[in-house]
């Protein structure tokens, strides 16, 4: 075997993958996102999806939900080097199998197509809570809430039928029960 | 209605509040408020360097020497992108820095300003936090949320900065209370739960190895007596990483060297075969463990670190106790006493067999090396230099590369905070302005920086800030003209081929030393080596001394790339014995 020629060790096998939802309160200030984003970039951590707004006006904080995949060892990293973070004040990390936690994304699809194809889109989009939100003759703009890989499987599927322009949100996250993160 | 203060006044308010004494800096159009306000406060006083780099790393020297957090007051754009290289350095070795940046006014950032930067975008990476002030109500607020988190936790750089409006923008100061509550981002509440499987662990250990780090020296001068005390009642072999050297004493006989890449046959093989590893404040850094997959592979571990982060980061371990290292400690050996008092000889009995093993590594002499009297060889020199300077409490700082890893196997230190070193991001040209730095903080102690000829050239304008202030630093070049290290690697794993790293045209040390008004020595034979160094002590004032060295010594002992710890490549005189087994010839 020929030796590796550097003064770095050589990348050991890789474990396997899960993937994560991380949901991260922040104080809402100039520069906050780009500190958790470059984190996340500058360490090489992956991001899948990401989603921010401010939740509390009054105390000024912003929640930001992270998907992400890594080893169960990159997991935890993520997570404690978010909490070093200065305005981070709690981290909660979720399996996306987790069954106590609900994730949704939702997206926005435009169909431009004749009446009887946008109504078999339509159909098609009948479990994931479609609301249409315009309609003309030609074209409609229904918004649906669904997981990640649903909406993937749908922008397939409607593409034939005359899908035409698609916009999603990263996916967001809340536990069932009357519990509430600490 | 109380008195109204500009934002220049309140800077130097804030640095009052909190007992800065000196601040390392360089003018220019975005401070030059809070350089006009310098004159008004007597118990600051500023240190103009020759580039923004050098305050940088001088600010390194001051606090790693002293404790205190070292203040950077740089203008804009290039004043900002030059101090980035020591703020990164500052943040890989957990020094409390505190950078006070000027910015272009407000309206105008974001509008391509002349000497404006993106100043808290390009050093949010390499900052523990930063803030752009843009309203001067914040600015006293921040100032001292500045300093808590540079200097709690684990310490690291933080960078404010201030638009030349805000300099000079007035509001009210009210006096500042230092509060006595802890930060939430700091991590001190360990349990008795965790202590007592520390000593647990401890007292069924056969093989046990103590391997500490910066984190010692960083939780203050107490833990390393802590640490003796604690090391000396269980009776275990310690080791260290560059960082850690001092905190124990380097010429104790528990003390087994340093270990890692350049570290001793002894520690490094003491680390590969051990049953228990307690690592104490040290992060399992790459140039340490070698091989990941075969670190240590038949120990418990044991980590105590004040930053959570740094736990199962590279190495999983067993027991994780979070907290600073002098409180960790100081309750494991309360309880020691307290409860099982039979623990220090029952320890001793049971890990003598390992002390015997110890004993047998150190037989090798790995540090060893061919001495000759015709050239000086450059672990000679280190060792000449200790000699001639041991009686003296004196302070070390280096540059990057072989000079570096020569000081920390032959200079052995006794004392925290006397060794001063760039290891996480080894930056070459750290030393000489953090001796400048040091020198501040110790006006009356002897500081050295063993350089190398390549290194120092990096940062040789500060010469000109040690002689302004009168700093009577000693500049000890181990002039090989290689880029020693780079030339080692070179040959090890690159046939021989020296691309680049021969240095050419080098310039005359004791001419420049005298175009900078200090005394230039220069020393090329072993014969007259003492009386030169001899000559450099003596002299009340900076000193650059060239000492040419053989160009061919390299480093050992060595871990090769990819390599656990008991595999190592060792020096010259072990050659004989490697051919018999064929073993280190394989490695290269």
Sequence with gaps: ?182 | MSKLYTGAEIVFKCLEDQEVEYIFGYPGGAVLPIYDELKNHSSIKHILVRHEQGAGHAAEGYARSSGKPGVVLVTSGPGATNVVTALTDAYMDSVPLVCISGQVPTHLIGTDAFQECDTTGITRPCTKHNWLVKDIKDLSKVMHEAFKVATTGRPGPVLIDIPKDIQFAKTNYSKFKKEKKLNGKIHNKFSQNEIDQLIDLISKAKKPVVYTGGGVINSGPEASETLKEFVRLIGFPITSTLQGLGAFPGDDNQFIGMLGMHGTYEANNAMHDCDLLINIGARFDDRITGKIDEFSPKSKKIHIDIDPSSINKIIKVDLAIVGDVNEVIKSAIKKINKKQNGLKDSNKQRISKWWEQIQKWRTKDSLGFINSDKEIKPQHAVKRLYELTKNQDTFITTEVGQHQMWAAQHYKFNKPNRWMTSGGLGTMGYGLPAAVGVQIAHPDKLVIDIAGEASVLMTMQEMSTAVQYNLPIKIFILNNQYMGMVRQWQELLHEKNYSESYSEALPDFVKLAEAYGCKGIKADNPNDLDDKIQEMLDYKGPVIFDCHVDPNENCFPMIPSGKPHNQMILGPNDKEENKITGKGKSLV
């Design chain 1, 1 to 182: 075997m020929p030796s590796p020629k550097s003064a770095y060790s050589i990348p050991t096998k890789k474990g396997k993958l899960d993937t994560h939802i991380f949901v991260v309160w922040v104080d809402n200030e100039a520069g906050v996102l780009a500190r958790v984003v470059g984190l996340f970039s500058g360490r090489g951590y992956n991001i899948e999806s990401l989603a921010v707004a401010e939740v509390d006006a009054a105390k000024n904080i912003s929640r930001i939900t992270i998907v992400t995949t890594g080893t169960p060892q990159v997991i935890d990293q993520i997570k404690l080097q978010l909490k070093k973070l200065v305005p981070v004040h709690k981290v909660a990390d979720f399996k996306r199998e987790d069954k106590k936690v609900i994730f949704k994304e939702m997206a926005l699809l435009k169909i431009v197509a004749k009446k009887k194809k946008i109504e078999k889109c339509l159909k098609e989009c009948k479990k994931f809570n479609p609301v249409i939100l315009d309609k003309t003759n030609k074209s409609v703009v229904v918004q649906i809430t669904a997981l990640r890989r649903d909406i993937d499987k749908m922008s397939k599927k409607l593409k034939p039928y005359g899908l035409t322009s698609t916009s999603r949100t990263g996916a967001i996250a809340m536990t069932r029960g009357a519990e509430t993160f600490k």
